[in-house]
């Protein structure tokens, strides 16, 4: 009997070698990325930023130091009007000057103020006089409220209250209980000399056109 012959090997299947030789799977990206990831505690802070001052507001100029009396000099000044041209007292050498110092454009009794001088502006024309307002209030503002109500006659602007100071009617005021720096509604007669004439001081605006006409028909 012939003896039986050993099988011979068969070669391993392509399949069973890329068994063998495949990598082990990766661990779950969850778990690669804890292990990449730094401790908390070591991560290095980004600079800490530093907050931006605010611009320091401009503080209000404090009360005016002078008290202007009748035949006192009338403090000169240089303004813009409400067209933005300036103005100086000087211009006016040889007239009289109604000067109203008023507190705000476009409130009730600065604008009834304003259209009573409007209105009677053709009778201090006639006595040799001119009408000048002033306040606080910056050109754009007296160029709206001058067109707003057909104002014809110069509104300066002093927003540094310099020339207010000047004249002693940038004072301490209170409303309700508050109390706040604001202009204090003053008329000054100045004559063809420059020298104040009359003051009016807290006027109160009903019957104030009259007041100033009956003091410019006294004047010489």
């Known amino acids: 009997m012939a003896p039986q012959r050993k099988a011979a090997k068969q070669p391993a299947s392509r399949g069973s070698i890329r068994k063998k030789t495949r990598k082990p799977a990766s661990p779950p990206a969850a778990a690669t990325a804890a292990r990449r990831a730094k401790p908390t505690a070591l991560r290095a802070k980004p600079p800490a930023r530093r907050a931006k001052r605010a611009p320091a507001a401009m503080a209000a100029p404090g009360p005016s130091a002078v008290e202007l009396k009748v035949g006192h000099p009338a403090p000169a000044f240089a303004l813009p009007n409400q067209d933005g041209h300036l103005l100086r007292l000087s211009d006016f050498a040889g007239k009289k000057v109604v000067l109203y110092?008023?507190?705000?454009?476009?409130?009730?009794?600065?604008?009834?103020?304003?259209?009573?001088?409007?209105?009677?502006?053709?009778?201090?024309?006639?006595?040799?006089?001119?009408?000048?307002?002033?306040?606080?209030?910056?050109?754009?503002?007296?160029?709206?409220?001058?067109?707003?109500?057909?104002?014809?006659?110069?509104?300066?602007?002093?927003?540094?209250?310099?020339t207010l100071r000047a004249y002693g009617v940038w004072k301490e005021k209170s409303l309700y209980g508050r109390t706040f720096m604001g202009i204090e509604r003053t008329t000054f007669i100045i004559n063809e000399q420059g020298k104040i004439d009359d003051i009016f001081r807290k006027v109160k605006v009903t019957g104030h056109l009259e007041e100033v006409l009956a003091e410019l028909d006294v004047m010489p």
């Open 101 to 162: 110092c008023y507190p705000k454009d476009d409130t009730p009794g600065c604008t009834k103020e304003s259209c009573d001088f409007r209105d009677g502006l053709e009778e201090i024309h006639d006595h040799g006089a001119v009408v000048l307002g002033i306040s606080g209030d910056s050109v754009a503002s007296h160029k709206k409220f001058a067109k707003k109500f057909g104002l014809n006659f110069p509104l300066l602007s002093d927003e540094k209250k310099t």
